[in-house]
C-alpha cells in the first residue's frame, strides 16, 4: 500500500514569525556546504514551513500570467490545484522549471527517486505543493495503524504540520472499508490533512467508502487518481463523472501519453534509446509490437495529422484532449527534460483549439468512446 501527500500553503510551523530570509539564512549557516539541490530543498522547507514564498511570477488564483497555467478545484472541494502537474522526475532544473511556470502539483514518489523519500518542491505563489508516496510505513495495508503511524512519520521527516491531502493507494482486501475510512477520518481530524482521497480503486470500492463514510458519520474521499489516456477511457469519462455529480469525487490522472507511446516516436518501432528500449520495459515493447499496438499506432498518425493542423505536436494535442474533460482537476506530465516540459506545457495553448469537431474527428479515428448516459460536457 502506499500513501500520498499533497501540501500546499499555510503550512506554519510552531508559530515562527521570522522571515523566509532568516530561516533560510540559517539553514545555510549551519550547512556551510550546501550544493546547489540542497539549497533548493532548503528553499522548499522554509516556503513549506512559513506558506511566504515571493516569487519573480506574478500569479492569480485563476491562471498564471506567464504560462496561462488554469488552476481547477480538486473533485468539488475547495482546494485549487493547476490542471498540470509533474510527476516521474527528480532533477532539480526541472522542478524549478514547472514551478516557475505555474505548477503547484508535483509527484516525487519514491518509486521515481530510488528510495529517497524526503524530495522537497517548491509552490508557485504562497508556500509550495508537494506531493509524496510512501512505502516504507504503510506497505502492509491501509489498516488504521499503518495509516495514522505512517503519515506521522512522513509528516515528522518532511517537518510538515498537516497535509492538504492524503490519497490511499489500493484497498487493502485484508483490512475492512470502515477501518480504512475511520483511520482517513481520523487524521483529518486531529488536524494531520485536510481531505483525503483514493488511487486506482474501483467506482465500487469509492462507493463503499463514501457509504461507509455516510453511514457512521466520516469523511468520505474527494478524488481519485486514475491513469487516462486517448486509449484508456472508460473510467475517466463514464465511472468517475457519475461519481462527481453524485458524492462530488473528483480526477487526478496520470500518463497522459500512455508512458510515451501517444507521442508518436514509436511510429516507426521501438528506436534504440527509448523507454521501451530499456531493461525492465519489455511488456511495453511487446505492447507496441503487438498487432494491438500497431493498430494503434495507425491512429495515432491520423492524429499527427490533425496535431499539424492545429500547429501542435501529437504530445500536446494528446495533453490538451485530456485537460478539455472539465471533470478532471489535474494531469500529471512527466518530463524527462526542461524542453519536454515546456512542450507539454504549451498544450494549455492548444486546449482552446479543441471545437467539438475536432473532438468528434478524433473520436471517429480512435474508435473507442465509451458509452455513456450523459455526455459530460452538456
Known amino acids: 500500500m502506499q500513501v500520498s501527500l499533497v501540501c500546499s500553503d499555510n503550512h506554519r510551523g510552531g508559530g515562527v514569525t521570522r522571515t523566509t530570509e532568516e530561516r533560510l539564512n540559517q539553514r545555510n549557516s549551519n ?7 540542497s539549497r533548493f530543498r532548503a528553499v522548499a522547507m522554509v516556503a513549506r514551513s ?13 491562471q498564471s500570467i506567464r504560462t496561462g497555467m488554469k488552476y481547477r478545484n480538486l473533485g468539488k472541494s475547495g482546494l485549487r490545484v493547476s490542471c498540470l502537474g509533474l510527476g516521474e522526475c527528480i532533477a532539480e532544473e526541472i522542478m524549478t522549471l514547472a514551478y516557475e511556470n505555474g505548477i503547484n502539483l508535483f509527484d516525487t514518489a519514491e518509486v521515481y527517486a530510488a528510495g529517497n523519500k524526503d524530495i522537497q518542491v517548491l509552490y508557485p505563489g504562497k508556500g509550495f505543493c508537494f506531493f509524496l508516496l510512501f512505502r516504507a510505513e504503510t506497505e502492509r495495508g491501509l489498516s488504521r495503524k499503518h495509516i495514522i503511524e505512517g ?82 477511457r472508460e473510467k475517466v469519462e463514464v465511472q468517475l463523472p457519475e461519481l462527481f455529480h453524485k458524492i462530488g469525487v473528483g480526477a487526478m490522472t496520470w500518463s497522459p501519453l500512455a508512458c510515451g507511446i501517444i507521442s508518436g516516436k514509436y511510429n516507426s518501432g521501438v528506436p534504440l534509446y527509448s523507454r521501451a528500449s530499456l531493461k525492465g520495459y519489455q511488456w ?68 482552446p483549439k479543441l ?24
Not at 550547512?31 to 539541490?37: C, E, M, Q
Open 50 to 62: 512559513l506558506g511566504q514564498l515571493s516569487v519573480n511570477i506574478p500569479l492569480s488564483s485563476d
Open 151 to 232: 503519515l506521522r512519520a512522513s509528516l515528522d521527516r518532511l517537518q510538515l504540520e498537516y497535509a492538504d491531502v492524503v490519497f490511499a493507494n489500493r484497498p487493502d482486501p485484508n483490512t475492512p472499508m470502515e477501518e480504512t475510512v475511520r483511520a482517513m477520518s481520523h487524521v483529518i481530524n486531529h488536524g494531520m490533512a485536510m481531505y483525503w482521497g483514493t488511487s486506482r480503486w474501483s467506482s465500487m470500492e469509492i462507493m463503499e467508502a463514501y457509504s461507509v463514510a455516510r453511514q457512521f458519520n466520516l469523511i468520505p474521499p474527494i478524488c481519485e487518481q486514475a491513469e487516462y489516456h486517448m486509449f484508456q
Open 355 to 378: 471545437s467539438s469537431s475536432i473532438v468528434h474527428e478524433m473520436d471517429s479515428i480512435l474508435g473507442n468512446k465509451p458509452y455513456s448516459k450523459k455526455d459530460y460536457r452538456s
Open 284 to 351: 511495453m515493447k511487446d505492447k507496441i509490437l503487438s498487432e494491438e499496438g500497431r493498430r494503434q499506432q495507425a491512429k495515432l498518425k491520423e492524429l499527427q495529422v490533425i496535431a499539424e493542423r492545429q500547429g501542435c505536436t501529437l504530445a500536446q494535442l494528446a495533453i490538451a484532449w485530456c485537460l478539455r474533460n472539465e471533470g478532471v482537476s489535474s494531469v500529471l506530465l512527466g518530463a524527462s527534460s526542461k524542453d519536454q516540459l515546456m512542450e507539454n506545457l504549451a498544450a494549455i495553448q492548444v486546449l
Open 31 to 37: 550547512s556551510p556546504s550546501l550544493g546547489t539541490k
